[in-house]
């Protein structure tokens, strides 16, 4: 990996752009191009008969890489943390698999070789098959599958022996909305080498959204802010009762019990009450009256 990104470099390839393409950091880089003279004139070390060339890779490799990128896939879809560590072990022991059981494969020259699943394999690999890293976060990655799905059908269940319509069922979700900060990456013209930094702002609020499951009712929204009585509602003498979402404020703009409770009571409540009257649908289900 360093002989070719010396080589890259002598091309003319610039060094932002090498960090990017093997996926390490700027002073690896510049680390290695500074010593570039060493590294040309290294010999392979003792005991190792020769450098892997990606040109020349086994059928055992390639299959194992196949098998690897379908494991990775399963891993993916039943919500499994793959790590790099991981990767490399499960490599090693499909490519040791598939040396016993494919035929001849033992009496190979080239298969002779140990494979390492060195980290400039994985690097290539990943670009091979487009593998990347992302963060788990969110409600999503803890979520328990499982009993969401369980929950679901005994919802379902529960609304048919009850009786209820669609526009009698209703869900409410909190969302958390940062509604000051900027994006923190942006495209500027290829003139520009940077653009000055600028610190992220973190005034948060939190907001309740409901609705019916026909769609036809969605009720007033809850707003939770840090401050009861911003400076700019008092400079625009903004009446927070005629705002179109429900107003409550504590210091961490968080949905407390307490906040939850007033909302149901006076929004969610007489919102249903008034809605299911003019629909003439019942305010209870059938096995209550």
Known sequence: MKQEIIRRSECGVKQ????????????????ILTN?????????????????NEKHRSSIHEEMER???????????KGDVTTQDIICHKAKIIYEDLKK??????????NKEDFKASRGWFFRFKKRYGIHSVNMHGEAGSADKKEAEKF???????????GYCPQQVFNADETGLFWKRMPSRTFITKEEKKLPGHKAMKDRLTLMISSNASGDLKIKPLLVYHSENPRILKKNNVIKSKLPVHWKSNQKA??????????ILETFAPAVKKFLLEKELPLKSPSDT
């Open 16 to 31: 932002c752009d090498l960090v990017k393409e093997f996926g390490l950091n700027k002073t690896t880089i510049f680390t």
């Open 36 to 52: 570039k003279d060493a590294i040309k004139s290294a010999k392979v070390a003792k005991g190792v008969s020769k450098l892997f």
């Open 101 to 110: 059981n494919i035929p001849g494969s033992s009496s190979n020259q080239d």
């Open 67 to 77: 098998l690897l990128a379908i494991w990775i896939k399963d891993r993916q879809v």
């Open 152 to 162: 679901s059908i005994n919802f379902q269940k529960f609304i048919m022996d009850e």
């Open 254 to 263: 968080w949905v407390t019990q307490v906040i939850f409770n007033e909302w």
